[in-house]
């Protein structure tokens, strides 16, 4: 079996779907936290980023005042590169 240590990507990828729940049961600071820890990876491939950019996209739309959220954009803008 493996485990977190073995596939950091699928457990990024994990957790940033798990987050896109939080948001449609009104969590944004919940979301915005998993978000971020699943950002904190040391490789960050294509297939985060773009479950970010989802992320990112949901929180804005339903949550465009809440000051993580407008942190959280910031943090995912600066993955494209």
Do not use: K
Request: charged share 30%.
């Amino acid at each position: 079996m493996t485990g977190p240590r073995q596939a950091p990507t699928r457990l990024a990828i994990a957790q940033l779907d798990l987050t896109l729940s939080r948001v449609a049961l009104g969590q944004p600071d919940s979301a915005v936290e998993l978000g971020r820890r699943a950002l904190s990876g040391d490789r960050v491939v294509d297939s985060i980023r773009s479950r970010a950019r989802d992320l990112d996209r949901a929180l804005r739309r339903n949550y465009p005042t809440v000051s993580d959220v407008r942190e959280f954009s910031g943090q995912v803008h600066a993955l494209r590169g």
